[in-house]
């Protein structure tokens, strides 16, 4: 890509656009970072990458671009990056090393907002297996705790209607007995 292609992208609104160096720092920026983290380019470009990186993505993030500089066609990965306000924004890139000139060319969107509904789906249907769990044992206890005194009514009953026993009797233990069948089934 020539310089004169470089500078237009780097006018274009939107994703976050960036040169970095094999040496770590940024070497050109768009609009969009200041729009999206808050930083100034001037801040931004004196600062190393890496300082900008959630600690725990530190590594992760060097490893990519490590592999870049070792001759890795692209890399695709996400890491949070520190706003000049605010919570931990992060970002989805997509890098690759541009032809001789020791530099990296990524494109990075926002993507804390997807993370976060994710994430929320995540816990939601999280809560739904552990209700579903607590429904099923709740259930299976239930079971248990009806099924050993139904049968315990069924059996007396059985007893009862092998005595001598009037025709009114007689129907209401019926009655008892095939209700607490379909309990049981």
Avoid at 29 to 52: C, F, R, Y
Avoid at 77 to 82: A, G, P, Q, S, V
Avoid at 91 to 107: E, K, Q
Wanted: aromatic content about 8%; hydrophobic content about 40%; charged content about 30%.
């Amino acid at each position: 890509m020539v310089g004169g292609e470089i500078d237009r992208l780097f006018d274009v609104p939107g994703d976050l656009l960036a040169l970095v160096g094999f040496d770590g720092h940024f070497k050109r920026i768009n609009p969009a970072w200041q729009e999206t983290l808050g930083h100034s380019m001037p801040v931004v470009l004196k600062t190393p990458l890496i300082d900008l990186v959630h600690p725990e993505d530190r590594n992760a993030t060097i490893e990519q671009l490590s592999r870049l500089a070792e001759g890795q066609a692209f890399a695709h990965f996400e890491n949070r990056y520190l706003p000049a306000a605010g919570d931990w924004r992060r970002l989805s890139w997509t890098a690759a090393p541009l032809g001789d000139r020791d530099v990296v060319f990524c494109v990075a969107k926002d993507v804390t907002t997807r993370f976060e509904a994710e994430e929320a789906l995540r816990a939601e249907a999280e809560g739904a297996r552990s209700a579903s769990r607590s429904k099923m044992k709740f259930v299976a206890n239930m079971s248990y705790e009806l099924r050993t005194p139904m049968n315990g009514i069924r059996g007396m009953t059985r007893l009862a209607l092998e005595t001598n026993l009037d025709a009114e009797q007689r129907e209401y233990l019926e009655l008892v007995d095939r209700s607490a069948r379909s309990l049981l089934d």
